[in-house]
């Protein structure tokens, strides 16, 4: 639900902004605000009506569902208006700035899953305890918890999550000789990263002329990653990431699958990896809800209907955002409960069926814009009982205030290199050597 940026975890979010899934319409990117996060929050919109300003990167949808003219309506002295960057890679560190000012804030301002440990680490003194607005109950008890300091206070309410799954090209398989029917496929791989590996072979054994069994290493790796419960942090906080033997696991078999000749050598969401989906060049992908927006939109019109869904070898979690309202602001209490009302139930369900963006209350997960969601790539398949399902299976992660610089040196300065001929031990020092320098280790 957000415009891209050079992390894997922001792309996670960003790359939504294209998403539409209950509809099957297409939503566009969201016009670049700028590299600030927006001026002062301040009094009086048009008619002596009290302004709710909100900062935010990317597509959020909230405006796109017509969510700020129903709070509007329903309360007629509020005037809501938001400042959009497109890029989170702009957008968060001028926000750090302005929380470290105390100026320049928005009554609302978005956080980035990937930057939310660090903004609960070093700026809580600086955000609305939001526990008496939101109501904790309704929210997946780890995305509550990720926004909450030791001392109990949450300092932000989350929107969206990135349930895992697997999007396939169902004449691919067919013609490689797998099965297709969604619950079949899933039980291939159900339960083993390396059992998912094991089809990629199979694939490779009668694969259609220059296609891949998958779209690209990064994808592989953030998929196994985003399914363990510690990986880069330990509870203490300790960066321990060389020393986890789950992080070095993934990225040997990442490295193995990349040797093996069963990947795209691309990397996510750059020009040339977006030819490989209009191509038709991959048969499957790890597939969170927001990456079925970014599959119609780079793909021709004729790959409608040929992809399906099975669920992931182990549930996991790539993408997601929350919001929070600065002690500085003009307006904290109105913000708050507006914060309170765009991600509560329903109006997540409602960003769901427009904007794509997978709730992270379960109750939305009966509603019908959930249950009834389909999506024109993937025909008929039930995506909002697919991702609901994944979704309350996802493991509570302890995450870190630098995991998306860990991430992406993983995936851009790593297991890449494999499919440009460098070694697996290669590939893993020369990511490593670039992970611990930005983390000045």
Known sequence: MRART????????????VASLGAGLLAGCADDGGDDTGGSSSEGGGGGKTKITLGLFGTAGFEESSLYKEYE????????????????????????????????????????VGNIAEIVKTQSDKLLDLSTYGKKSDYLEWKWAQATTSGGQTIAVGTDIGP??????????????????????GKLWAGSWDKFVDVGKQYKAKAPKDTTFLDSPGGLLQSILSSEKDRFYNEAGDVIYKTNPAVKSAFDLTAQAAEDGLIGNQTQFQP????????????????????????????????????????????????GSF???????????????????????????????????????????????????????????????????????????????????????????????????????????????????????
Request: glycine share 8%; with cysteine.
């Open 6 to 17: 050079r992390s894997a975890r922001n792309r996670a979010v960003v790359l939504a902004a």
């Open 73 to 112: 309506k329903l309360h007629p002295d509020i005037d809501i208006q938001q400042t959009v960057v497109e890029r989170n890679e702009n957008y968060y560190p001028a926000l750090i700035n302005h929380l470290t000012t105390g100026s320049g804030l928005q009554d609302i301002q978005m956080i980035e």
């Open 164 to 185: 895992m799954a697997i999007c396939y090209r169902t004449d691919l398989f067919k013609a490689a000789g797998l099965p297709t029917d969604r619950e079949e496929v």
């Open 272 to 319: 040339a990896w977006d030819t490989t989906i209009a191509n038709s060049k991959f048969a499957a992908m790890s597939c969170p809800p927001w990456m079925l927006g970014y599959i119609k939109g780079k793909s021709q019109p004729d790959a409608a209907g040929k992809w399906d869904i099975a669920q992931a070898p182990k549930s996991g979690n790539w993408g």
């Open 323 to 441: 919001l929070s309202v600065p002690k500085s602001g003009k307006n904290t209490e109105e913000a708050a409960k507006l914060a309170a009302w765009l991600t509560a139930p329903a109006q997540q369900a409602k960003l769901f069926g427009v904007q794509g963006s997978f709730p992270s209350t379960p109750a939305a997960y009966e509603s019908t814009e959930v249950k009834d969601a389909v999506n024109d790539m993937t025909g008929d398949a039930p995506i909002g009982t697919i991702f609901a399902e994944a979704a309350e299976n996802i493991p509570v992660q302890t995450i870190g205030p630098k995991d998306q610089i860990i991430q992406q040196g993983l995936t851009d300065n790593g297991v890449i290199l494999v499919t440009q001929g460098k070694s697996a031990k290669e590939a893993w020092d020369t990511a490593t050597k670039t992970i611990d320098n930005n983390l000045d280790q």
